[in-house]
């Protein structure tokens, strides 16, 4: 099935970019390759058991221009076809030693294709566009992160160029000289298997599991201003990625140069109430307290700020800087508002810490309410993420120095992720060597520091001390990533 | 002796009267190196330390003094990317990024030896002070340019500039310490339309390293083309 859906998806593309009354087809994209070992954390509050620590990645990307017509239509697709595998991952055996379950059938080894961008934009003047399929848009100028971002897959942020899938929209824009005006309808995708969306918007009759309609909608105004870019948004969506319903939120962006060689850029989102999950302390408290609210059906997960009329804020500032040798500094603070306190983060390492003696005591996790959300989850949609950034706390520091030609044409990068209020780390270290014009090689590397103990929450038992990078399924992980462009 | 100063005077005269301005020389500069509005086809070659290099073809397009926008058509590894200048404000398109974001002037031109300005900034009347000075050479003349504002690419520049047809030969480029940074050299003298020739030909050397040189070839170029104000966007980029 899956191997007709990839021969259906290439051979779809074709078709359509063949039947296209075609000026000058673009064609190229790249074959990749990634081997990534990562060890696991066995004693971590993160289960390890679906964590293989040897795992291979081929990606076979194609990317495709048509343009017809007047000068600026277009279809364009940029899709991935995916074939990832993994083996030897590690857990604790009933005595608490660590043990290799290679048995393990893992759901990683399936097939998948990424439809990164597919999108047709007919251009009826140069001064209206309309676009319909699918497509990455980010207006806002955080570089690691974007907090106005909430139409795409959520991108990495040791890697802000791995993640390519947009969303699916249709898009009217008016550009004119100096402004921009748009607007966006996205509808979610709530069904689809390997990468391929079979279903929009509403639940399927078989699998009703509300009747409401999932979207987000955009308005969006661009102006350069005083050599400055400045992005307005308005967003209006319904239970599209997250739990609000029928709400308003609003974003801006800011980037300009300043003393020449200085980019200083903000983004904020603005909105009432927040859709975070927080844990119930009564339902953590205990082991018993938890079978308690177990045997009521009550999830230890609650939306409780989800109608809130206070006002939340994500804000992003931050710089960047170009040096005369060509290195690059980007320094970038962000700040959000519904991020957990340490009371709250402390409830959510109780919480952790029950799930973890549940699965020690070997009981059925995975039929605890709410437990699975505790686990925290990944998207479906786009590329497998090297790092998965769900930040949990309010106050982040995010440092990237990049040097191209340490010698000749190796590149070498830093990433620093760091939670201000633990002062927990994440460093990725890289080095890339660009061997010739159409073959890159690299080597990441991923560390977490733990920070200090005196600002962590602390289990019961044995009473260790937890940060949030400290409270990572994995000691270190080291990748290979050879990248083939044609 | 009055008759025959005044007889060299009036022989001197039309010398003295085709002698060009220190602006004339610019205007004419400007208008062959960043013609007011052209599509050009070009290709560029890095020449590294280790001797080796990389090769981009590059689609540019010129509207107005101040709207340029580049679009890299190989190698694949930079397929799809794209610089605009926009005003004093310019940008690079990162296809994996799927986005743009914001770049200086004096950054370097895809990790060669030109920066962003020498490329997308060819106007020195607007961004220099000129001045004559006395050149190495008979047949060349010599303008010493200042730059009026930081954001233009060097602080300070000798062009020379050939006398017999006003086409540039070569330039030395110099940083806020006075040490020269770069030189170039004009050659490959084409005339791709009809009035119109320009060097095919731009050789710039590194100074500090002097293994280093990058060359930018105009392979071809269209004049007067009609390009809607909306290629030089933000929003544009990456269409």
């Known amino acids: 099935m899956r191997c007709l859906l990839f021969i259906g998806v290439f051979s779809g593309l074709w078709g359509t970019l063949a039947v296209a009354h075609a000026a000058s087809p673009e064609v190229n994209g790249y074959v990749s390759s990634r081997t990534s070992f990562t060890r696991a954390k066995v004693t971590g509050l993160l289960p390890t058991e679906d964590l293989p620590q040897w795992t291979e990645l081929l990606e076979l990307n194609a990317q495709l221009k048509v343009p017809y017509g007047s000068k600026g239509s277009f279809v364009y697709a940029d899709v991935s076809a995916i074939l990832q595998g993994g083996i030897d991952a590690h857990g604790l055996d009933a005595e608490g030693q660590e043990v290799s379950l290679n048995a393990r059938d893992f759901k990683i080894t399936q097939p998948a294709v990424s439809i990164n961008e597919l999108y047709l934009l007919h251009e009826y003047a140069p001064w209206l566009n309309f676009l319909i399929g699918k497509k990455r848009l980010t207006w806002g100028s955080g570089f690691s992160y974007n907090p106005t971002d909430l139409l795409n897959v959520r991108k990495d942020p040791t890697d802000p160029t791995f ?324 | 002796m009055k008759k025959v100063i005044h007889l060299l005077t009036l022989l001197a005269l039309p010398a003295l009267a085709a002698e060009p301005t220190v602006n004339q020389l610019l205007a004419k500069y400007d208008s062959i190196m960043g013609p007011l509005s052209f599509e050009a086809q070009t290709q560029m070659t890095a020449t590294r330390e280790d001797g080796t290099s990389r090769t981009y073809v590059m689609k540019m397009l010129k509207k107005d003094n101040d709207k340029f926008r580049i679009y890299f058509a190989e190698p694949s590894s930079v397929k799809g990317q794209e610089v605009l200048r926009n005003g004093d404000n310019l940008w690079v398109y990162i296809p994996n990024l799927k986005r743009s974001t914001r770049i200086a002037n004096r950054d370097s031109f895809q990790g060669g030896d030109f920066n962003n300005a020498d490329v997308l900034r060819v106007n020195y009347q607007i961004d220099y002070h000129g001045t004559l000075i006395p050149s190495d050479s008979e047949d060349t003349y010599c303008v010493e340019l200042k730059a009026k504002n930081p954001d233009t690419a060097y602080d300070s520049i000798k062009l020379y500039i050939r006398k017999s047809d006003l086409m540039p030969v070569k330039g030395q480029y110099f940083g806020t310490s006075g040490q020269m940074i770069r030189s170039a050299a004009f050659s490959d003298y084409q005339e791709f339309e009809k009035g119109y020739t320009r060097p095919a030909k731009v050789v710039m050397q590194n100074e500090q390293v002097k293994a280093r040189k990058t060359e930018l070839i105009t392979k071809s170029i269209t004049l007067k083309v009609d390009v809607p104000v909306q290629r030089f966007t933000q929003s544009d980029l990456g269409k």
């Open chain 1, 163 to 486: 993640q390519r899938a947009g969303a699916w929209m249709t898009r009217v824009e008016v550009p004119l000289e100096k402004y921009t005006l748009t607007a966006v309808f996205a509808p979610s995708v709530l069904k689809q298997v390997a990468g391929l969306p079979y279903q929009y918007v509403l639940w399927p009759d078989w699998d009703k599991q509300d009747d409401q309609a999932h979207y987000q909608a955009v308005l969006r105004f661009y102006a350069l201003v005083a050599d400055a870019d400045l992005n307005l948004m308005l967003f209006f969506g319904n239970r599209y990625n997250d739990a609000f319903e029928s709400k308003f939120r609003y974003g801006l962006s800011f980037s300009r140069n300043f003393f020449t060689d200085y980019e200083v850029h903000l983004e904020a989102l603005f909105h009432t109430g927040t859709a975070r999950d927080y844990v119930d302390a009564s339902c953590v408290s205990s082991g018993l307290a938890a079978l308690g609210c177990a045997q009521e059906q009550r999830s230890p997960l609650e939306k409780r700020h989800l109608n809130s009329s206070e006002i939340y804020s994500k804000v992003l500032v931050g710089m960047r800087r170009q040096f005369a040798d060509e290195s690059m500094l980007s320094i970038e603070y962000l700040f959000q508002q519904d991020g957990y306190n340490a009371e709250q983060y402390q409830t959510l390492v109780n919480g952790l810490d029950l799930l973890r003696q549940a699965r020690r005591e070997g009981l059925p996790v995975n039929r605890i309410p709410g437990a699975s959300a505790f686990l925290g989850g990944t998207s479906q949609d786009g590329n497998p993420a090297r790092f998965s950034f769900e930040p949990q706390r309010r106050h982040y520091l995010f440092a990237t120095f990049q040097k191209p030609r340490i010698k000749n044409d190796f590149t070498a990068q830093l990433v620093l992720i760091a939670n201000l209020e633990d002062l927990s780390t994440l460093w990725s270290p890289s080095v890339q060597w660009s061997a010739t014009e159409w073959l890159t090689l690299s080597l990441l590397g991923f560390l977490p520091a733990p920070g200090l103990n005196a600002f962590g929450a602390k289990t019961a038992t044995p009473g260790e001390f937890i940060t949030e990078y400290a409270n990572v399924p994995f000691r270190f992980r080291a990748m290979f990533e050879a990248r083939l462009f044609y």
